[in-house]
T-cell receptor
């Protein structure tokens, strides 16, 4: 069975500050890991994904995440927050790459950007 | 179409009413998923289709929920005798492949927000 824990249902940072959204997972096999962003009344948009290979993954909008197997973590970071980053962020895990077994999502973290 | 399209975007149903939610996946996508997203929660898996075959329906919460994809493209999620706890956003996603790998990505629609009153 697989599961995802996102620490902090709400994270508030100042514009220009570092963004750090935490995600820990459990999986019985080497996982595929994803971060999605959801803007109000919108669907989910893929930010980045880890499948195999390099553990530091770069995504869209300046976000990146590092897969740390020893810590079972996949935290999302961005060096400098922008007002447009305000949204809901979901970490997800899959044991087949988001194919036949779908995705298991965390509960989400609401990112608030203070001016 | 360019993306996954869902209709209607919003649906208000009276308790006990039947509803049907439609998903048009990206053309040619083999895999199709339905998720339920309750307020303040992450999406939860409902069911999975590979072409027209429903291979996994383990996430459907009750026998009032039924999904179909008869021709391997458009899918319909039907909820019979709706209850207030069915109120949620229902998301549809499609993927070009059946198994994982570096080139697999699930593309999500904007969802249908169902409110049962």
């Amino acid at each position: 069975a697989q599961s995802v824990t996102q620490l902090g249902s709400h994270v508030s940072v100042s514009e220009g500050a570092l963004v750090l959204l935490r995600c820990n997972y459990s999986s019985s096999v080497p996982p595929y890991l994803f971060w999605y962003v959801q803007y109000p009344n919108q669907g989910l948009q893929l930010l980045l994904k880890y499948t195999t290979g390099a553990t530091l993954v770069k995504g869209i909008n300046g976000f990146e995440a590092e897969f740390k197997k020893s810590e079972t973590s996949f935290h999302l970071t961005k060096p400098s927050a922008h007002m447009s980053d305000a949204a809901e962020y979901f970490c997800a895990v899959s044991e087949s790459g988001g194919g036949a077994d779908g995705l298991t999502f965390g509960k989400g973290t609401h990112l608030i950007i203070q001016p | 179409g360019a993306g996954v399209s869902q209709s209607p975007r919003y649906k208000v149903a009276k308790r006990g009413q039947d509803v049907a939610l439609r998903c048009d996946p990206i053309s040619g996508h083999v895999s199709l998923f339905w998720y339920q997203q309750a307020l303040g929660q992450g999406p939860e898996f409902l069911t999975y289709f590979q072409n027209e075959a429903q291979l996994d329906k383990s996430g459907l919460p009750s026998d009032r929920f039924f999904a179909e994809r008869p021709e391997g493209s458009v899918s319909t999620l039907k909820i019979q005798r709706t209850q207030q706890e069915d109120s949620a956003v229902y998301l549809c996603a499609s993927s070009p492949r059946t198994t994982g790998g570096m080139n697999t990505e699930a593309f999500f629609g904007q969802g249908t927000r169902l409110t049962v009153v």
